[in-house]
């Protein structure tokens, strides 16, 4: 069963994810498909209500580094998992590079996602720059293996990394498929060097940047890929329904 991540970004107030979930559920087949729909925080106890018994995820888009106290307008991991949340996303490029997230607070956060219950969706990818001068295999494993310290192997069974190339973020461009093949061999290759064969083989490996349902058929048969991560096509209910079904 393939997996299917919506990130909605600062999109849809709660009224418009009403809508939107209206219009999306009831022409969802969950049954052949691993969906999960990271809203923003003030839509997650509406979709909690909605997406209940829909064979439907519900993901966050952050969370703090810390457990709880004096961190004015963060939200705990504690709060995401009594608020229904499954998943949530981890180092996203834009959180890394707007909000200056470093690896440290990554690996802070993953460790504070896990702690509470929730499953991570960890975001890896190079720049152009760093594609332009061969360096995507060294970043990712700088990446992942930065995000990643002091885990249990028991724990990446609640890890999904998703490739997101940051130049093909939002751009409409995407790497072929035989370079998301070797990305995600690579990522594979790394959780192989720092874990185990086995967490190799079983960890969740999804691609994002750009998908849509016109160009995602041209990745849907890539090697080792278990899914895909959406970004701006998802916003149009119709266009991710298409998107659903191409994938189950
Ligand atoms: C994203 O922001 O994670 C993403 C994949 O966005 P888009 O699909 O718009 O490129």
């Not at 809203?39 to 888009?61: D, E, F, M």
Request: hydrophobic fraction near 35%; include cysteine.
């Amino acid at each position: 069963m393939r997996t299917l991540i919506a990130n909605f970004k600062m999109n849809l107030t709660p009224s418009e994810t009403k809508d939107y979930l209206m219009a999306f559920l009831s022409r969802f087949d969950g049954s052949k498909i691993d969906l999960t729909l990271c809203l923003p925080y003030t839509s997650l106890g509406l979709g909690a209500l909605l997406c209940k018994n829909r064979n439907v995820r519900l993901g966050a888009q952050n969370l703090s580094d810390e457990e709880q106290g004096k961190n004015t307008g963060e939200i705990s991991g504690a709060m995401l998992k009594d608020s229904g949340v499954d998943y949530v996303i981890i180092g996203h490029s834009e959180r890394r590079k707007k909000f200056k997230e470093d690896t440290k607070t990554i690996n802070k956060k993953i460790k504070v996602a896990l702690k509470n219950g929730l499953g991570v969706i960890l975001c890896v990818g190079e720049s152009l720059t760093e594609r332009n001068t061969l360096k995507t295999f060294e970043v990712l494993r700088e990446q992942i293996e930065c995000a990643l310290k002091g885990l249990y192997e028991n724990e990446l069974e609640r890890v999904i990394i998703a490739y997101e190339p940051i130049w093909a973020i939002g751009s409409g461009k995407t790497p072929t498929k035989n370079e998301i093949e070797g990305a995600v061999k690579e990522i594979r290759h790394i959780i192989k060097d720092d874990f185990s064969e086995n967490a190799s083989i079983s960890i969740k490996v999804v691609y994002g940047g750009s998908i849509d349902s016109k160009n995602i058929k041209q990745f849907l048969s890539a090697k080792k890929l278990d899914g895909f991560l959406v970004g701006g096509a998802c916003l149009d209910p119709n266009e991710f329904l298409k998107i659903s079904s191409l994938c189950s």
